[in-house]
């Protein structure tokens, strides 16, 4: 039987996998965790460029002192492609969008709003950034890193929101 947890220290995920262990009185599960790396974790949904885009936003997000999860659901039934915690609590999601095509097409970006207090996109450098609306923060992002190019304004959550 297996099932995934995250590592708390280094932001993997890890699979557990229970194998029992016969003895003469019961049946006891031995745990083995086995750290996976980050490419494996590929479900067949994102674009190697939107893989990318991933990484560089995590990397400038962890660099500013936040700790991230990808692919988050949500309450409303939609799904984060990177949500980030700051130490004060500050919630961020970032939108990733990979080409045009990918931004015309998906517009639910404005329902993330109800979940977090920032909002971003994060974006290739061959997406012409002018295209973003800017009601939300853009980042740029690379495989390698990634720059903050706009804020994203704050519209902090209701504490009930918050606790829910």
């Known amino acids: ?38 490419a494996r974790l590929v479900d067949g949904r994102q674009s190697q460029t939107a893989l990318l885009v991933a990484r560089g936003a995590r990397r400038l997000l962890r660099a500013m002192g936040y700790v991230t999860l990808p692919e988050v659901p949500l309450p409303s039934g ?23 095509a990918d931004f015309r097409v998906d517009q639910k970006w ?28 853009l980042i740029v992002a690379d495989g390698f890193g990634a720059e903050l190019l706009r804020e994203a304004p704050t519209h902090r959550l209701a504490p009930a929101t918050r606790r829910a």
């Open 1 to 38: 039987m297996d099932r995934f947890a995250p590592l708390a220290v280094t932001g993997r995920v890890a699979r557990i996998r229970e194998e029992p262990l016969v003895s003469r009185s019961a049946a006891v599960f031995v745990s083995t965790a086995v750290v996976l790396d980050e």
């Open 78 to 100: 939609r799904r984060a492609d990177l949500m980030a915690l700051a130490g004060d609590g500050e919630l961020l999601i970032v939108e990733i969008k990979s080409s045009l």
């Open 110 to 137: 404005p329902d993330y709003r109800a979940h977090c207090d920032r909002l971003f996109f994060a974006i290739p450098p061959t997406l012409d950034p002018a295209i973003m609306p800017p009601e939300a923060g």
